[in-house]
Each structure stands twice: as structure tokens, then as C-alpha cells.
């Protein structure tokens, strides 16, 4: 009852799309091109009544080239449905030096390394979870939420990001950014341990955010712009595996100085998420809650309290064809979806 016309012209693509897809990264000499990506199509059904389309896809292609045995220099460009719904025609775009012992630099327009070096939650749908997450498209909160929990500063405005080369299992960096029109700078930091071996695998990560003078600052797709004298984030992480189980707990904190209240809505307060997911064959399940609080430091207007639980289920016909499944609340709405994705 789910796939309309759309996600059945899509089904038709999965059967060409594998015989072509090793040829989507090409060696030669010193050079290497690579493109990756995925695309989502699917329905949803805020209240288990009309279904609504949703569809998401992101294209990343990189060019490097191997300059001397340690150092590589390369350039990134990415797009995807999420950049365009802000009218922007870029995910990202920089140019970086890696040197084998010592890190990685990056100039450009990107994410902080602090979100970079996050860790999500457990999610094997196609609601996009993690990063600005595609139900609140359909199912509109009444007030203002925090969408997930990996800390951001924006990539609109340029950015240099300098990350170490992981030493034994800790990596850490640091981004400065400015040049922007909407705030005057950003400094993030962020921190990862992973222990990738082992019966129990686990990362945890930590990342802090000072912004200075964020002027109709409006990174976030489902809040209100931020203007104040200056924003302060801290994000922290966990995710722990034990055979085809994976557990992981995150939460964000976002605090604004004296900032501009319209409509009684504010941006800052704070986010928790935890979540399971667990590996069978080809299938993946997995349960996620989240909790968002707006307001929580504004004593004149009233907190905005956001509870959403969303149970998902993946069957992965191929490396490169999944189905997926997920049904929950949001926002006092419950709903179902369902759809299709294609990656290579």
C-alpha cells in the first residue's frame, strides 16, 4: 500500500544500477576519482491517514592525488536534498593536504570537525535520523525542536578544519570559521575514542562550539534563526557494539546569550537521544527515542517539550538495494512509512 509510480520507477533503476557501480571510482598514476551516493524514495502517513512523498539523495564526488608516499592533496564537492531545501547548491566543497603521520587539513565550506568526529544514533530507515531528519518535512511541531543531536556551526561561510592522524584509538580537531555574514566567528573542537576491536566495540566523542554575535543565524532546518550575542554548544556520545547489537546515547546542549525572542520561540535548550539496532543476515532492526527541550533558559516564556520514538526495519537485498520500514510519534502525531534506497 506504500509504493506509488515513483518508488517503482526507482525499483526498475536497482536492477541496472549494480552492474555499473564498481566503476564509480577510477585510479590512475598518482590520481584517484571517486563518487559515491545514495538516493530515497519512499511514502509516509502522518496519522495513518493520507500518505505523503518523501524522497531524499546525496551525490559526494572527490578527486586526490598522491603527491609523495605520505601526503595526499585533494578536493571534495557534495550535494544533496537537504542543501537544496536551503537554496543552497553545495553540501560542501573544500580542498585538503593529508599527511599519513600527522592529520588532515581542510579549507572550504564544510561541516566542523566537532560534528565530523560525533557519533549518532542507531538508524536503519530512510528518515535521516541524524542529520535534519525528513518526518518533521511532513509532521510539523508546534514549536520550536532541536532535529538531532550532533552539534553544528553551519557550513555556509568558510572553514579551516585541522584533524590528527587517530593515535592509538583517541582523534581530535579543531575548526575555526569566519568571513560569514550572519555571525562573526566559530571555533569548534571535538574529541573521539574508538575501540574497534574486540568482542566489544565502542566510540564516544565530545564536542564543544563557540559562535560570537550570531545575527539571524539559521543553521537548523525546523527552528527559529538565531540572533545573540553569542552561542556556546557541547555535544556528547556514545555508541557501544557486542556482536550484531549496537547501542548508542547522545545529547546536545545549546545555550544563547540574550537572544532575540520572536513568537515566543527560542533555538537553544537541549536534545537526548538513545537508541538499539541489531544485524540478522540481511535484516536490521532498530528503535530510537528522542527528547527536546526549547527554552529550558528563558524564564519568560514557556519550554517546548518534543518526544519522538520511531521503530525501523531494513532488508538489504543487495550491497547497493535496501528496503526500509519505520513507524513511531512525533510531535503527538503517529505515523508510518516506508521506501526504497539505492547507494553506490
Excluded: C
Amino acid at each position: 500500500m506504500f509504493f506509488n509510480s515513483k518508488i517503482a520507477a526507482i525499483a526498475v533503476m536497482a536492477v541496472v544500477l549494480p552492474l555499473s557501480a564498481n566503476a564509480l571510482q577510477y585510479d590512475t598514476g598518482k590520481y584517484s576519482f571517486r563518487l559515491t551516493g545514495y538516493a530515497t524514495s519512499g511514502v509516509i502517513n502522518p496519522d495513518l491517514e493520507s500518505s505523503l512523498f518523501i524522497g531524499d539523495w546525496r551525490v559526494r564526488g572527490q578527486i586526490t592525488h598522491a603527491t609523495t608516499d605520505t601526503l595526499k592533496i585533494g578536493v571534495v564537492y557534495a550535494l544533496d536534498q537537504a542543501a537544496l531545501d536551503r537554496g543552497n547548491f553545495s553540501r560542501e566543497t573544500f580542498t585538503f593536504f593529508e599527511l599519513r603521520d600527522f592529520g588532515r587539513l581542510e579549507f572550504g565550506w564544510t561541516d566542523s570537525i566537532a560534528r565530523k568526529l560525533g557519533v549518532g544514533l542507531p538508524d536503519v530507515g530512510g528518515l535521516r535520523i541524524n542529520d535534519r531528519p525528513l518526518f518533521n518535512e511532513k509532521i510539523i511541531p508546534d514549536g520550536s525542536i532541536i532535529p538531532d543531536t550532533t552539534l553544528t556551526s553551519g557550513r555556509n561561510a568558510p572553514r579551516v578544519n585541522i584533524v590528527s592522524a587517530p593515535s592509538g584509538a583517541v582523534q581530535y580537531g579543531l575548526s575555526v570559521s569566519g568571513f560569514a555574514s550572519d555571525y562573526d566567528y566559530a571555533l569548534d573542537a571535538g574529541l573521539k575514542i574508538r575501540r574497534p576491536s574486540g568482542k566489544v566495540k565502542t566510540a564516544y566523542s565530545l564536542g564543544v562550539s563557540f559562535m560570537d554575535n550570531p545575527n539571524d543565524f539559521d543553521p537548523e532546518v525546523y527552528m527559529p534563526s538565531v540572533t545573540a550575542d553569542w552561542r556556546a554548544q557541547m555535544s556528547l556520545g556514545m555508541n557501544l557494539q557486542y556482536n550484531s547489537l549496537i547501542w548508542g546515547t547522545t545529547a546536545r546542549v545549546i545555550y544563547d546569550q540574550n537572544p532575540v525572542i520572536v513568537d515566543e520561540k527560542v533555538s537553544d535548550g537541549f536534545v537526548f537521544g538513545t537508541g538499539v539496532s541489531y544485524d540478522l543476515l540481511r535484516y536490521t532492526v532498530s528503535l530510537t527515542y528522542m527528547l527536546s527541550d526549547t527554552g529550558v533558559w528563558q524564564s519568560d516564556i514557556a519550554d517546548f517539550i518534543d518526544h519522538s520514538v520511531i521503530a525501523s526495519f531494513r532488508y538489504k537485498y543487495n550491497e547497493y538495494v535496501d528496503i526500509w520500514m519505520s513507524g513511531g510519534i512525533t510531535s503527538h502525531t503517529p505515523f508510518v512509512s516506508a521506501g526504497l534506497r539505492l547507494s553506490f
